[in-house]
């Protein structure tokens, strides 16, 4: 059974760093790819950053560019958000997402506000 959990959401004032966690239960998360989502309230979810299966190529919303990155650990068969330079408009609940055999799979979502 697939699972995904995120973790280390927070409080965090703005200009503050986080790094959020995605891991992965039932799967070999080297072998998919993956992404983060996020869902403000009142807004849709929306894509904030990707890493593909193969050679690990990451791409990122405009928003997030040059203050978020998404890595990797196989080790830990996680996946990581690193989030810089964050500001109260990135206040969201943060989902990850894999798709297995045309299945899309999704953790709980872990909450991060941006406030002081």
């Known amino acids: 059974q697939v699972q995904l959990v995120e973790s280390g959401g927070g409080l965090v004032q703005p200009g503050g760093s986080l790094r959020l966690s995605c891991t992965a239960s039932?799967?070999?998360?080297?072998?998919?790819?993956v992404r983060w989502h996020r869902q403000a309230p009142g807004k849709e979810r929306e894509l904030v950053a990707g890493i593909r299966d193969t050679g690990g190529t990451t791409y990122y919303a405009d928003s997030v560019k040059g203050r978020f990155t998404i890595s990797r650990d196989n080790t830990k068969n996680t996946v990581y958000l690193q989030m810089n330079r964050l500001r109260p408009d990135d206040t969201a609940i943060y989902y990850c997402?894999?798709?297995?055999?045309?299945?899309?799979?999704w953790g709980q979502g872990t909450q991060v506000t941006v406030s002081s």
């Open positions: 039932g799967l070999t998360i080297s072998n998919y790819a």
């Open positions: 997402n894999t798709r297995l055999l045309r299945q899309d799979y």
